[in-house]
């Protein structure tokens, strides 16, 4: 028996910022950051609209007309920068849906979260029989954490917010395939953030409040390293993902948001047209919900029909590449509210 994806939810929230503010608020010209940095708009939370809350709001879309005793396991694969700094939000969840026969934990592996935690899911409940339904889900709200007077940080302006969710199910529908995952400890510090841990306590008071946002200590000795290896292990972990799960080539990539130059660098080396993903320069980066939100677009835009061969491409800070193959045989989505530059 095969693990399939049977359904898939965004939350969106309704706000956000454009070009033209991230241009006043960083002093970056606006038509560099639509051009180059493929920011248009990207979406923003408001104060109450925590992750666990945008979370809970992308289950509840997926969950309806669904028994909420059937859900067997929670995985939380959204933000480390959630409600509460040592919090286990995956258990908040369930709490708030009901799930009151299912367990819980969190699931961190920064951008790739959601990769990963494909693949851990699938392994487990081919290990666990008792695991019939297992539900991944995760808010992120990262765009509080860009300094727009940092120059150093300018590749985290893409930073937005939102939640997504997945519902994994014993099925040959939609059958989860292979994964591929590369880390590279060379980079785990180059982007921190320097105040809240134990090296530099909130209560100790021994810092700036720029030391609050995401920092990037090197800056030059970060660029070298990563120019010589980011897209070459992008391209490394989809190839790898897509070569052990369909003979057929890859008829679609769900690619997470960054500069358009890189975007397109990694479908050039795959020999993929601009169709065959979806550039998301109207919603920014959300981490982990990049793949699903891309999924969803490739629906709604008629990019999918059955048959085809998916591949959920992702990168994490830290620094983590990770790409899983889906057969994609019918749709997961059922609302669509989230559209925002049909094509």
Known sequence: MSIGLSKAAIWLPEGYEDAAYISTQSGVPEDVLNQKMGIVRKCRAQPQDHPSVMAVRAAQSLLEEMDPLSIDLVIWTGS??????????????????????????????????????????????????????????????????????????????????????????????????????????????DVIIPAGGTRNRVRDGSFEESDTYLCVPDMEGMRARLADRSIENFVKVIRSAAKNSMKRPIDYLALLHLKRSAHDAILGALSLSTNQSSYMDHYGHFGAPDQVLSLGLAETRGLLTPGHHVVMASAGIGYAWSAISIRWDRPVFSNYNWEVNPQ
């Open 80 to 189: 480390e920068y959630k409600d509460y700094p040592v919090w286990t939000a995956a258990i908040y969840v369930q709490e708030q849906l009901g799930l009151r026969n299912a367990w819980a934990f969190d699931l961190a592996v920064r951008c790739s979260s959601n990769v990963v935690g494909l693949k851990v899911a699938r392994s487990m409940m081919l290990s666990d029989k008792t695991l019939k339904r297992v539900l991944l889900v995760g808010g992120h709200r990262t765009g509080d954490l860009v300094n727009y007077k940092d120059p150093k940080t300018r590749f985290l302006y893409n930073l937005s917010d939102g939640a997504s969710a997945m519902l994994l199910e014993r099925s040959e529908v939609n059958p989860i395939l292979e994964s591929a995952v590369i880390t590279d400890g060379s980079f785990s510090e």
